[in-house]
């Protein structure tokens, strides 16, 4: 049974430019969540999608955007990346909305702006 | 004041002491409290969860929240090589939804 991937597990971008990354949830999760976790920090919510609509925001600018497919995955996009933006991009997936704490996590997409 | 802070690490304990990991907060909002392991360029995994004041063990691992004085800490006991992880204790809310806070989380080391 495949747990939460997510890719690429490596990018480089420049400042000014634009990223997406990728996840495919746990087999029979359809609820994904996406954190930003910055070196030595614990992760930060970004978004939650449930049924291909964002359900919760944490306190993140407009430049982070993200999309759910029908098939449960999902996109995380970041526009205009500033050298704050390099952290470790977290997805994690649910059985559903009533989570109890049972967030399943990638092993993450590690991004570097120069 | 950051909501969620963590003893800074990073710790490190010989093989078979007991460990305690500490976490307070300042959201007295919270009633879900968890307790997530993650190893080197992993991602966190689910240790513990509770809800409200009390304690839950499991094997070897026990947690305990006390809401009064908005602490809750994780002990491990018999402690293991294979539990040098860096811990993160996590909080919400709600029962439902995935907006968690996380503290910073302590690297903990446990020599052989």
């Known amino acids: 049974d495949a747990g939460v991937t997510q890719s690429p597990t490596h990018l480089i971008k420049t400042r000014g430019q634009q990223v997406t990354l990728r996840c495919s949830p746990k087999?029979?999760?359809?609820?994904v969540s996406w954190y930003q976790q910055a070196l030595g920090q614990g992760p930060q919510f970004i978004f939650q999608?449930?049924?291909?609509?964002?359900?919760q925001r944490g306190n993140f600018p407009d430049r982070f955007s993200g999309h759910q497919f029908p098939n449960y995955s999902s996109e995380l996009n970041v526009n205009a990346l500033l050298l704050g933006d390099s952290a470790l991009y977290l997805c994690?997936?649910?059985?559903?909305?009533?989570?109890?704490?049972?967030?399943?996590f990638g092993e993450g997409s590690r991004l570097t702006v120069l | 004041q950051k909501e969620v802070e963590q003893d800074p690490g990073p710790l490190s304990v010989p093989e078979g002491a007991i460990v305690s990991l500490n976490c307070t907060y300042s959201?007295?909002?919270?009633?879900?409290f968890m307790w997530y392991r993650q190893y080197s360029r992993k991602g966190p995994e689910l240790l513990m969860y509770?809800?409200?004041?009390g304690n839950k063990e499991d094997g070897r691992f026990t947690a305990q929240v006390d809401k009064s004085s908005k602490y809750i800490s994780l002990f491990i006991r018999d402690s293991q090589p294979s539990d040098s992880a860096t811990y993160l204790c996590?909080?919400?809310?709600?029962?439902?939804?995935?907006?968690?806070?996380f503290g910073p989380g302590t690297r903990l080391s446990v020599l052989p």
């Open positions: 994690a997936s649910s059985p559903s909305l009533a989570a109890t704490g049972e967030l399943f």
């Open positions: 087999s029979g999760h359809d609820t």
């Open positions: 999608y449930y049924e291909e609509e964002e359900r």
């Open positions: 959201n007295s909002a919270f009633q879900y």
């Open positions: 509770t809800y409200s004041s």
């Open positions: 996590a909080m919400s809310e709600l029962e439902y939804g995935q907006n968690f806070v």
